[in-house]
């Protein structure tokens, strides 16, 4: 067995189910993790023990980072938010020989990454494989997607749906879904790029018992290189909604009355926006009373991906439902990541450069998927389109 080390940057919440999962996976022997706070970075370490050591990085110290890569096999990157600097670490990493893998879910910045034309044949010179956007979205909606186009003769729509947990009480969560829901929606459409206002569309999705009806919004397009990869593709989108229907008529009207704006105010002679007053209402709200489900327990949240097209020579459309268990969405996202690691470290991309998660043999996810207790639902039925 090869002396693999791993170097996950970040020891937030996704940074320390990561490191968890590369200490469980065989393929490597040792693994840091890095945290511009050591002791925070420390404190990961000493709860996972050996072979886990703690590295203080700062991941703009371009020379920083340069050094730290001797040795290494892999660069698994969760912090966040992403930005345009992520090219840059990116680069740092490639020339050094290094595979890297992100969770990157910023539409911007993987637009940027996936266009930059220096990356992919730097990572083609380099030898090394790069997969952006390897989280739970995009991710594994795109391994997914990727499964169910294989299955078609000719893929003319894909649309994704997701259900987002109604009661999660943090403050940066409500502050990202206000500004996800409020900015304008990118969605492709007959063969170009546009935009939609927020929460301008919506459509009531049907998921299979126990959920029933889910009402969900255009949101902007995270998988961004969904129509690259499908030749001929006319229409992607992303849509989402809320477990709790009345959180999505909330969310819908403080949006529409202008709390989710970043321009600040002031309140009592303290400075605030009123996006941050409204994160903190809704992460301070009171969940709903939870109930069975019939797959075994409360807090399952559906999502689906619908694939329409073509097959054996007649319209159709595939759907995948699929749901997580409760109560862990930070090992849903890493599970994802670190199958991309094992890829990488196995080299088992279809050659060196930078891929999209749609471009991967979508087995090996699905098998970690389902060992790690995902449902799956296919459904082979005439398109529904619209």
């Not at 680069?91 to 996936?114: K, W």
Request: glycine residues 10%; proline residues 7%; charged residues 20%.
């Amino acid at each position: 067995m090869p002396d693999r080390t791993a170097l996950v940057l970040g020891c937030g919440a996704m940074g320390a189910a990561t490191a968890r999962l590369v200490v469980e996976d065989t393929r490597f022997k040792n693994v840091v993790v890095a945290d511009r706070d050591l002791q925070r970075a420390e404190a990961l370490a000493e709860t996972l023990g050996s072979p886990v050591t703690a590295l203080q990085l700062d991941c703009r110290q371009e020379d920083r980072v340069t050094r730290s890569l001797g040795g290494m096999s892999v660069v698994l990157n969760t912090t966040g938010p992403f930005s345009r600097d992520t090219l840059s670490l990116m680069r740092t990493v490639v020339e050094a020989g290094v595979p890297y893998a992100d969770i990157n879910d910023d539409v911007e910045t993987l637009q940027s990454v996936f266009d930059s034309e220096y990356l992919d044949s730097l990572a083609k010179h380099r030898g090394v494989g790069v997969l952006p956007g390897l989280g739970a979205n995009p991710g594994q909606t795109n391994v997914l997607a990727g499964h169910m186009a294989s299955r078609m003769d000719i893929v003319e729509e894909v649309r994704f749906f997701m259900v987002n947990n109604a009661t999660y009480h943090n403050e940066a969560v409500w502050r990202h879904r206000l500004a996800l829901f409020s900015k304008p929606a990118l969605l492709f459409d007959r063969g170009r790029w546009t935009e939609t206002p927020g929460m301008a569309e919506y459509q009531d999705v049907a998921f299979p018992a126990p959920w029933g009806n889910i009402r969900c919004y255009n949101v902007g397009l995270e998988t961004v290189t969904i129509p690259a990869s499908f030749g001929g593709l006319l229409h992607a989108s992303l849509w989402r909604g809320f477990s709790d229907p009345d959180t999505t008529g909330t969310l819908k009207a403080l949006i529409d009355a202008g709390f989710a704006s970043e321009e600040p105010l002031e309140v009592d002679g303290v400075s605030l926006t009123p996006a941050a007053m409204t994160a903190m209402v809704m992460a301070a709200a009171q969940p709903p009373a939870q109930t069975e489900v019939e797959d075994g327990g409360p807090g399952r949240l559906p999502r689906q991906v619908r694939v329409s097209g073509v097959k054996d020579g007649r319209e159709a459309e595939l759907t995948m439902t699929y749901s997580f268990p409760p109560g862990d969405i930070a090992l849903a996202t890493a599970s994802c990541l670190v199958v991309g690691a094992g890829l990488l470290v196995d080299r088992a991309l279809p050659g060196p450069g930078v891929f999209p998660p749609e471009a991967m043999d979508p087995a090996p996810f699905m098998w970690d998927m389902e060992s790690r207790g995902v449902h799956f639902k296919l459904e082979n039925s005439a398109s529904t389109r619209t």
